[in-house]
């Protein structure tokens, strides 16, 4: 079974930078990809950002060029770096793991509230 935590979470101007972590235990953390979602107050999940097994890394066209996610398989953790941030981008963000082959994403952390004021 494995737990994600995440963390960074916050309140920032338009404008500025939050950096997001999310802490894996259990499992083999090398062999999942890794994913952001969010979620804004009455709207429904949306995807961000994917790293898999190998470091390829995907984006929502609302994030590219702002948002950069990474990983760090010696410490189980991926991160969300967020430049440029907007006001919709004020939502709970969650880190998710996918097992290799497996089409879904298996387990999610609890969220982290980013908020950004214009």
């Known amino acids: 079974q494995v737990q994600l935590a995440e963390s960074g979470g916050g309140l920032v101007q338009a404008g500025g930078s939050l950096r997001l972590s999310c802490a894996a235990s259990?499992?083999?953390?090398?062999?999942?990809?890794m994913g952001w979602f969010r979620q804004a107050p009455g709207k429904e999940r949306e995807f961000v950002a994917v790293?898999?097994?190998?470091?390829?890394?995907y984006y929502a066209n609302s994030v590219k060029g702002r948002f950069t996610i990474s990983r760090d398989n010696a410490k189980n953790s991926v991160h969300l770096q967020m430049n440029s941030l907007k006001p919709e981008d004020t939502a709970v963000y969650y880190c998710a793991a996918q097992e290799y082959g497996r089409a879904e994403f298996d387990y999610w952390g609890r969220g982290t509230q980013v908020t950004v004021s214009s």
């Open positions: 790293i898999n097994w190998s470091g390829s890394t």
């Open positions: 259990g499992g083999t953390f090398s062999t999942y990809s």
